[in-house]
């Protein structure tokens, strides 16, 4: 058995267990099945950064797809140890049974595997029909409440993402038909990398309106404006940790794709897909910001401050220069170590309060202090603040657009960034003060802290001292990157 087969086979053996076992060994089976899926990417990414491909079958791993694997494995192990004083507490006040709880295990490491899936595929059609799966697949855990708010929110996903990624789906049938074209016959049509070297022969025209359709129909997964209305809900609806995984590690798999067909669409018809990459990262920062300066419900900011930090991410991207790539991919990175930690230090104030409305949570500071600790931390660490690495990844995009002449994309960059640091900032640590209205009890376990004092570290530490093998990683995917294009 090949190492990409036991990276999925671990998050499906830990969902078989889980649905036979009892709700605390089925926690239990989701921290270790996470723990060892983080463990067994590591032979096959660190061969990836080095340069290796490794292609066989149906599989196919790069330096790209590994990072995204790796983040994936992180995030999961994260939300895994989360999980369970999370559920614990659910399950202590009448919130959910032991069966839900046994439940929610099961389609957790089901919810991995299809994320792993999407990053491992040869195939663009494959990949497809993956990032779907994550869709339905998600959408039981979006649900998990069964409250009204929770299953409208679940309905709303599933019926938006659908529509976006069959647009999507149209947008590879044209990529197939402008590729089959150009090859004898139309085996390997959609592998992406005989798409990757016959992309020069494939019709400009054709791809273009492939890539508008493929950037709309991914985008409405990923998170962009103006198809972005799903994701508030089922950020506010959902589980914390699974929040956390939705903003953290499944909005990473539409990301994915998209840079995929960019790399194939700059080399047909060079410049398309980096503009429209620009105007819909812009255009999600300005929306992003603007609502979370009027927010009231703590998820729903966190879900818009998801939005934002993908519209950073598309313009790193869409710039398309080594330095605002390297920046984009370090940004990828600093969202996903950051992100986690907000949402899991905001549930905390959402179980110690009983509430997820912000102006009803007053003298945080007093009543729980080790959660007002790590929401402080990563409310400076995800506004861009140094020495925290969403800083470095954020500086490094405006230099990029500097260094390319863009500095009208700069500046816009730099003022939406401020807009939000106003609103996030104001909502966040207007909770630290005053009274509270009520007995709070701060939400207790080391399952609870670890994975916030883990993620704090990691922020801060890619922060200021990035690890030169992590420099050079990146730079390398960089580079080929912005080489191949």
Same mark, same amino acid.
């Given at each position: ?36 899926? !983080? ?169 273009? #309106? ?16 103006? /198809? ?64 979370? !300066? ?63 409305? #912000? ?8 009543? /729980? ?76 376990? #080391? ?6 004092? /883990? ?31």
């Amino acid at each position: 058995m090949m190492d990409v087969e036991i990276i999925l086979l671990i998050p499906l053996a830990a969902a078989l267990l889980s649905a036979v076992s009892p709700s605390r060994v089925a926690a239990a089976l989701s921290m270790v099945g996470s723990a060892a899926v !983080l463990i067994a990417s590591l032979p096959v990414c660190i061969t990836a950064f080095d340069g290796a491909v490794t292609a066989y079958g149906i599989w196919y791993v790069d330096g790209l797809s590994s990072l995204f694997i790796l983040i994936t494995g992180i995030v999961g192990l994260m939300s895994a140890l989360y999980s369970y004083g999370y559920l614990k507490r659910d399950e202590e006040e009448g919130e959910v049974g032991s069966k839900d709880v046994r439940q929610y295990h099961v389609v957790f490491n089901l919810f991995v595997a299809s994320m792993l899936l999407v990053f491992v595929l040869k195939s663009v059609g494959a990949m497809w029909i993956a990032i779907e799966l994550t869709t339905l697949v998600s959408a039981f855990l979006v649900g998990f409440y069964r409250r009204d708010k929770a299953l409208e929110a679940t309905w709303k996903y599933l019926m938006i993402c659908s529509v976006g990624i069959t647009l999507g789906l149209f947008g590879i049938t044209l990529v197939y038909a402008s590729s089959s074209d150009v090859m004898e016959g139309a085996s390997g049509a959609l592998d992406w990398s005989v798409l990757f070297e016959a992309a020069e022969s494939l019709d400009p025209m054709l791809i273009k #309106m492939a890539f508008i359709f493929i950037i709309i129909g991914f985008g409405t997964k990923m998170g962009l404006v103006p /198809m972005h209305t799903w994701l508030p809900d089922a950020h506010s609806q959902s589980p914390t940790p699974i929040s956390a995984m939705l903003s953290a590690a499944l909005l990473n798999c539409a990301l994915y794709a998209i840079l995929r067909f960019q790399m194939i669409t700059e080399i047909s018809a060079p410049g398309f897909a980096s503009a429209l990459m620009i105007g819909f990262g812009l255009l999600s920062l300005a929306v992003a910001g603007a609502f979370i !300066l009027i927010s009231k419900d703590i998820k729903r900011m966190l879900a818009y401050s998801s939005i934002e930090h993908m519209g950073i991410i598309a313009i790193g991207f869409g710039i398309g220069t080594p330095l605002a790539v390297f920046g984009a991919l370090f940004h990828i990175i600093a969202h996903s170590l950051t992100k986690p930690l907000v949402f899991f230090a905001a549930g905390n104030v959402i179980q110690g309060y009983g509430t997820q409305e #912000m102006n009803e949570v007053r003298g945080l500071r007093k009543t /729980m202090p080790m959660t007002s600790l790590m929401l402080g931390a990563g409310t400076l660490a995800i506004v861009g603040l140094p020495p925290f690495s969403v800083f470095i990844g954020e500086i490094t995009i405006l230099g990029g657009a500097v260094d390319a002449g863009m500095y009208h994309v700069a500046l816009l960059t730099a003022v939406f960034i401020i807009l939000v640091f106003a609103g996030f900032t104001r909502n966040i640590f207007s909770m630290m003060h005053g009274e509270p209205k009520g007995e709070v009890k701060e939400p207790k376990g #080391m399952l609870r802290a670890l994975p916030m004092v /883990m993620l704090l570290l990691m922020t801060v530490l890619f922060g200021l001292f990035m690890p030169e093998s992590v420099k050079d990683v990146l730079w390398s995917i960089a580079e080929w990157f912005t080489g191949a294009i």
